[in-house]
C-alpha cells in the first residue's frame, strides 16, 4: 500500500502545515515509499470494533478511525486512509485467515463497513483492523447456519433503549457473557437529548441536530466499554426507533411542527451518522433523508427474523400523539406504521416462508395496552394502538400463519411485558394469532423497581397482557423446533455500575399451539 492518504500528495513541510491549520489533526506523518505509512498521535480504535447481520457466507464488520472521538472530525484530517481487515477462525488469526482492505473516507466519518463472503457457516471468527501500526481489539462472531439446516437451537438476546444519561450499560456487560449467537437491538441506541443535571452520567452540550453533533453523540456512546463488550462479543442486528433522531417523529414530521423540508434535513444528518456507527451491510447506506433498513435475516429452517423500521414511513400520529382516548383518526384505514412498500414486504415475507417461527423485530408495542382500568380506556398514540387499522391488517397477515404462531420482539416502552395477539384485544374467543415479547430498556428509566402502580394498571386494564416487570435488562430467547423460550434477564440497578443480572420470568410458545405459557 504505497498510495496511502499524503504519500504522493503534499511534500511533508506543507502537509504538517496543513495539520497545524486544521487543528486537532492526527495524522502526523507519511513514511514516503513504504506501506503502512500513516501514523496516528493516538490510538484510533477508540470506538471498538463490531459485526452485524450474520448470513451463512458472511457479515459486516466494522469499525471507525477516530483518535480523538469526541471531537467533529474524530481527530482525523479530511482524507483517505487505508484500512486492513482480517478474519480468521481463531483468536491468535491462525486458521483459515482472510484479508482485505478497504478505505475509510472522511465522509463516512472515517468509519469502514466491511461485507466479508466466503465464510463458513454457523462458525465463530475472530476478527480485527489494522491502520498504520496500530492494531483494533479483535472480536468475535458468528456466520448463520445454512439455509437449508434445522439447528436443534438457536440463542439470541434482544435489547433497546439505552440512555447514557440515566445508566449505566451494565446490562449489556452480562449480555456479551450470555452464550448466545447474536443480539438484536430494536432502537434507541442513542438520545438525541441534551444534557440533564443530577445524572449517573452526562451528555454534552444541547439537544443534537447536526451531522458533527449526532456523531459526536455516537462516539460519547460507543467509548463506553460494556457497550464496546457487547459488539465485540456477538453480531448484532440493528434497527431504529425515534431516538436516533427526535422523540416520536413520524416520517417527515417532528414533535415540534418543525416545516418537513427542514426536518428532514435533520434526519438525513442522524440516519447518516446511524448508518456511519452501526454494523450494516452497505444497503443501509443513506439516500439523504431515506435510508433502507427493513430487511429479512434467515437462520437455517428454524426461523426467519423480519426487522421493521417503524419510523421512516409513518403517518403522523393520529389526534394529537400522546396518550389519550382514542379520535377518529386513530382508526383511520389510510393511515400506516410501516408505510405501504413495507407492509407489502412484510405480508410476502410472511406468506412464503417455510422457517418453523417467524420472528417480527419491531418498535413500538402491537399489543392493545389500554392505560385504564374500567369504563374509560387511553392508549399511546404513538404505539399501534395509535394507528388500529395498521394493525388490523398486520394481524391478518400473522393469522394467515396459524397453527404456528409469530412471534413479535418489541422495544420502546422501558419496561417488560408479554403477551398474546388477538384479532379482538380482550375477547377470549378471538383466537391468538401471535405472541409478543416487549423487552424492556438496557439504561432508560434508571433502576426502576418489580412492579409499578401504571404497570399493575395495564394487567388490570388488558386480559391479553401476562406479565410486567419494571427493571432494567434484556431477553435471551431459546428457539428449537419445538419451542420458544423467552427469558426475562433483569439488573437490580444501573445508576451505578456492577449490578449482577437474574432471570425474573420465563414464557415459551409451543410450534403449532399458539398461546403463552408460564415456564
Ligand atoms: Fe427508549
Ligand atoms: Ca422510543
Redesign the pocket.
Given at each position: 500500500m504505497a498510495d496511502l492518504n499524503f504519500a504522493r500528495g503534499p511534500d511533508r513541510r506543507e502537509f504538517l502545515t496543513r495539520c497545524a491549520a486544521l487543528g486537532g489533526a492526527t495524522l502526523v506523518g507519511v513514511k514516503r515509499g513504504r506501506g503502512r505509512s500513516v501514523r496516528f498521535r493516538a490510538y484510533p480504535f477508540t470506538l471498538g470494533v463490531a459485526s452485524g447481520d450474520p448470513a451463512p457466507q458472511g457479515l459486516v464488520l466494522w469499525t471507525r478511525l477516530a483518535p480523538e472521538p469526541l471531537t467533529p472530525s474524530g481527530g482525523m484530517l479530511p482524507q483517505n486512509v487505508t484500512v486492513r481487515w482480517e478474519i480468521a477462525q481463531d483468536e491468535r488469526f491462525s486458521r483459515g485467515l482472510l484479508r482485505g482492505d478497504v478505505t475509510a473516507v472522511p465522509s463516512l466519518a472515517h468509519a469502514v463497513h466491511v461485507e466479508v463472503n466466503g465464510l463458513q457457516p454457523d462458525r465463530e471468527y475472530w476478527y480485527r483492523f489494522i491502520a498504520g501500526d496500530e492494531s483494533s481489539p479483535a472480536g468475535r462472531t458468528r456466520t448463520a447456519p445454512l439455509g437449508t439446516d434445522l439447528p436443534e437451537a438457536l440463542r439470541f438476546a434482544f435489547a433497546s433503549?439505552q440512555h447514557y444519561e440515566q445508566g449505566f450499560f451494565t446490562a449489556l456487560r452480562h449480555l456479551a457473557a450470555e452464550d448466545i449467537r447474536f443480539v438484536v437491538h430494536l432502537?434507541?441506541y442513542i438520545y438525541e437529548s441534551g444534557a440533564t443535571p443530577d445524572r449517573p452520567r452526562r451528555h454534552e452540550g444541547d439537544e443534537i441536530m447536526t451531522l458533527d453533533e449526532y456523531r459526536q453523540r455516537y462516539a460519547l456512546y460507543k467509548l463506553d466499554a460494556d457497550l464496546q463488550a457487547a459488539h465485540a462479543a456477538l453480531p448484532w442486528i440493528v434497527t431504529w426507533?425515534?431516538?436516533e433522531v427526535d422523540n416520536n417523529y413520524a416520517g417527515d414530521r417532528d414533535e415540534n411542527g418543525t416545516p418537513p423540508p427542514e426536518f428532514l434535513r435533520r434526519r438525513a444528518a442522524a440516519y447518516q451518522a446511524y448508518y456511519e456507527h452501526m454494523p450494516v451491510r452497505r444497503g443501509a447506506r443513506p439516500d439523504g433523508p431515506n435510508a433502507r433498513l427493513y430487511r429479512r435475516l434467515r437462520f437455517g429452517r428454524l426461523l426467519d427474523l423480519h426487522v421493521l423500521d417503524g419510523r421512516q414511513y409513518r403517518t403522523d400520529q393520529p389526534c394529537g400523539d400522546g396518550r389519550k382516548p382514542r379520535c377518529a383518526d386513530a382508526f383511520d384505514a389510510r393511515a400506516t406504521l410501516l408505510g405501504r412498500a413495507q407492509e407489502a414486504w412484510l405480508e410476502q415475507g410472511l406468506g412464503q416462508s417455510n422457517a418453523r417461527w417467524n420472528a417480527i423485530a419491531n418498535?413500538v408495542p402491537l399489543s392493545q395496552i389500554d392505560n385504564e382500568p374500567g369504563e374509560n380506556a387511553s392508549y399511546s398514540m404513538d404505539r399501534w394502538d395509535g394507528y388500529v387499522a395498521a394493525r388490523s391488517r398486520l394481524l391478518q397477515r400473522l393469522r394467515a400463519r396459524r397453527p404456528n404462531p409469530p412471534i413479535v420482539i418489541t422495544g420502546?416502552t422501558h419496561f417488560s411485558l408479554a403477551g398474546e395477539l388477538r384479532p379482538e384485544f380482550g375477547n377470549p374467543a378471538s383466537p391468538v394469532v401471535g405472541v409478543e415479547f416487549i423487552g424492556t430498556s438496557l439504561s432508560s428509566g434508571g433502576d426502576g423497581q418489580d412492579m409499578a402502580d401504571f404497570g399493575q394498571r395495564f394487567l388490570d386494564a388488558n386480559p391479553d397482557l401476562r406479565f410486567f416487570n419494571n427493571q432494567r435488562g434484556y431477553v435471551r430467547c431459546v428457539v428449537t423446533p419445538r419451542e420458544w423460550q423467552a427469558d426475562y434477564r433483569v439488573v437490580d440497578f444501573v445508576t451505578r455500575p456492577g449490578s449482577p443480572i437474574t432471570t425474573r420470568a420465563s414464557f415459551t410458545v409451543l410450534d403449532g399451539r399458539p398461546g403463552l405459557q408460564r415456564a
Open positions: 433503549c432502537g434507541d426507533d425515534d431516538h418498535q420502546d
